[in-house]
């Protein structure tokens, strides 16, 4: 799924207009444990969560997400929105809850990326 | 690529009716921003045919059709007197002219720009003159060159070229360096400073690591693993450290050892460190989404091997190394 189709479903504003939306996205991660996210993720997944600090695009740049919306119309911080400019990775801001979101990609075809963490 | 759609300067700070911010600079694409960087004199035609006003309409002709070129600047006594284009030929055909001299048909009403001024500022004076060339004049207002909206995308072509082949030296030569320093072992080391407390940055090294690893030519997904990794141990330093401590990087051919050294507070109970959940952190620190006690284990699932070693209030060492499979690093000449 494009990056462009998924800011449709989520009545998403894009924070980052200088990056290109034209990317394929092939699943889908909710979690506010960036630890979490590390641990058990697959690559080129889009990042639904409520944090907005700059170490969320250190994340997904080190776990290879290829972009990050956030839930409840949050709002990032100015180095959060510089990181992310910086290493190409697109934010992006819905007014739905996480729970929503989660429902309205899945609802829409974007396979969950959440891996188990079973060792 | 049509160089007349660039924005104007006009028209970037007026876009949200407020001077230019660094968000809207990250707006501006590197297209817009070789033509603020890009002198004229460094796109225009410098080799020049002239006419001069004396001449008749059908040698100048004769001069366009060998030259294949649409217009000539004509000049007199060395100073520029005018442009005659074809089109003012092609006027002065209607009337079966073509033996009548320059000077009657040129276009005298001189539009110009300077050598030293930015191809902005001729794309400007393309939209407001509607003219398809224009002469450049030096500092003395001499004659020095021709511009056509060609030069201009030829020139933006050109240096975009230039970007990208700059991007591929230096990937190609990071990827190259194993094979060409011969040494019996070759071992290629990155030390980072890590400063305890400072979340806003954390990650910086990690992510330098992980763009070094790509460079070298690393398989993606060992780039990934090894990134995961080193972050979850900087953030350790970061977090748990008294006064920070040193991140390193050891790549080798064969393997690739990333190792974090500091001075303490040290670890009373290895064991429980280890545990899953197990966490001392702030609640700060649990803010950012670290601290979940998750950190070691995340590493332990990254990495091929990990040792740590503690000793209270002296400090703690932590290695972790990931084997590379023959194919990869050195062996990637052959894609």
């Known amino acids: 799924m494009k990056l462009h189709e998924i800011i449709k479903f989520v009545d ?32 080129n997944a889009v990042l639904l969560t409520g944090l907005t600090n700059p170490q969320v695009v250190r994340t997904a740049q080190m776990a290879d997400f290829r972009a990050i919306i956030f839930v409840r119309g949050k709002q990032p911080q100015h180095e959060t929105l510089e990181l992310a400019s910086q290493e190409n990775i697109p ?18 075809g974007l396979p969950s990326f959440e891996s188990n963490v079973s060792q | 690529m049509c160089p007349n759609r660039v ?3 006009q028209e970037i700070n007026g876009r949200r009716g407020r001077p230019i911010t660094d968000q809207d600079a990250h707006e501006i694409n590197r297209v817009e921003e070789l033509s603020y960087d890009l002198k004229i004199h460094e796109v225009m035609t410098k080799k020049l045919h002239t006419a001069s006003p004396e001449m008749s309409l059908s040698d100048v002709l004769e001069i366009l059709r060998i030259n294949r070129i649409s217009g000539v600047p004509v000049v007199e006594d060395g100073q520029l007197a005018g442009v005659l284009s074809i089109e003012d030929i092609v006027r002065a055909m209607g009337k079966n002219d073509l033996m009548e001299t320059v000077g009657q048909y040129m ?4 539009v110009t720009v300077a050598s030293y001024d930015t191809i902005v500022k001729a794309m400007r004076t393309f939209a407001e003159s509607r003219v ?11 004659l020095v060159g021709m511009i056509t909206k060609g030069d201009i995308t030829r020139g933006i072509l050109l240096a975009l070229q230039k970007d990208y082949k700059e991007e591929e030296v230096r990937r190609y030569r990071a990827s190259h360096l194993f094979e060409d320093i011969i040494s019996d072992r070759t071992t290629l080391v990155l030390r980072y400073n890590i400063k305890a407390q400072n979340f806003t940055h954390g990650g910086t090294a990690s992510s330098h690591i992980k763009r070094a690893l790509l460079r070298l030519g690393a398989d993606p997904q060992i780039a990934r693993r090894c990134g995961i990794a080193v972050y979850e141990a900087e953030m350790n330093l970061i977090i748990h450290t008294t006064r ?3 991140l390193k990087l050891e790549v080798e051919p064969h393997r690739i050892t990333m190792s974090t050294t500091d001075d303490g507070p040290g670890i009373p109970d290895i064991e429980q460190v280890l545990q899953p959940g197990y ?20 590493i332990k699932r990254c990495v091929d ?18 084997h590379i499979p023959t194919e990869n690093l050195s062996g990637r000449k052959e894609e």
Not at chain 2, 107 to 110: G, Q, S
Not at chain 2, 132 to 140: D, H, I, K
Not at chain 2, 310 to 318: A, C, D, E, F, P
């Open chain 1, 91 to 108: 934010l992006i801001t819905s007014p739905l809850g996480m729970f929503e979101l989660c429902g309205r990609l899945h609802k829409a």
């Open chain 2, 244 to 246: 920070g401590g040193i």
């Open chain 2, 107 to 110: 276009t005298r009403r001189l």
């Open chain 2, 279 to 298: 966490s001392t952190a702030t609640d700060q620190v649990r803010e950012l989404g670290f601290g979940a006690g998750m950190g070691l284990v995340n």
């Open chain 2, 305 to 322: 091997s990990m040792d740590i070693e503690s000793t209270v209030s002296k400090g703690t060492k932590l290695i972790m190394r990931i």
């Open chain 2, 7 to 9: 924005r104007t300067e």
């Open chain 1, 12 to 43: 998403g504003t894009i924070l980052t207009p200088e990056l290109n939306l034209n990317i394929n996205i092939h699943g889908g991660y909710g979690a506010d444990l960036m630890s979490d996210v590390l641990a058990a993720s697959q690559p």
């Open chain 2, 132 to 142: 398809g060339r224009l002469p450049v004049v030096n500092e003395e207002n001499k």
